[in-house]
């Protein structure tokens, strides 16, 4: 399941890296492509949290259906599979500019749909934060000259994104749970 998602990871950091050279302006890019603590550190559950392994592998199974399941959504809605897979060097940057947009404002409709997301933090970038004692490591990165103990004083670099809720829609049946998009023929 990991090297799944590391694989979706890598497949969107090329993504912005190729749009970043064109497209999206440098900050913005260079925050797509930092690695969030949260991809740093993989959470261990407590032991009261372990699943006997029946339920583990049921959980896992879960898991990979919904993250088939999100990047049908994202298919279906905002065609991102076929524009990530598509070899995009040969077209012009006017033309990829204008294609991005499209994607980018479907896709981020139908994340709005059925993903609600909010900042981890809720300043303005760029303004002083402080980060107390005892903060999650997975939800605040610490970058730049960390030294000492807690709290740090520093500047906010990226609000971070966390999970409000999720409202997915239920899960085919059978085999379809794989199925990112159907093929599609048509007949004469």
Not at 5 to 17: D, G, K, L, T, Y
Not at 56 to 79: H, M, P, Y
Not at 129 to 153: C, M, Q, T, W, Y
Request: charge should be positive; aromatic fraction near 6%; charged fraction near 25%.
């Amino acid at each position: 399941m990991i090297r799944f998602w590391e694989r979706i990871v890598f497949a969107f950091r090329c993504f912005v890296s190729i749009l970043s050279r064109s497209v999206i302006p440098g900050d913005i890019a260079r925050r797509l492509l930092e690695p969030t603590a949260a991809a740093a550190q993989m959470p261990v559950p407590p032991a009261a949290e372990v699943r006997r392994p029946a339920d583990a592998k049921q959980a896992l199974s879960d898991t990979f259906d919904r993250a088939v399941q999100i990047l049908a959504l994202l298919q279906r809605d905002g065609r991102l599979i076929d524009f990530l897979s598509e070899n995009i060097s040969p077209y012009p940057d006017v033309q990829l500019g204008a294609a991005v947009r499209t994607i980018h404002e479907n896709c981020r409709q139908a994340l709005d749909q059925y993903v609600k997301l909010e900042p981890v933090l809720n300043s303005e970038e760029g303004q002083p934060v402080s980060v107390e004692a005892g903060f999650d490591p997975s939800a605040i990165k610490l970058i730049g000259n960390v030294a000492g103990e807690p709290p740090f004083r520093g500047f906010l670099r990226h609000k971070g994104w966390r999970v409000k809720e999720i409202k997915m829609p239920p899960l085919p049946r059978g085999a379809a749970r794989v199925v990112i998009a159907p093929a599609e023929v048509e007949v004469p």
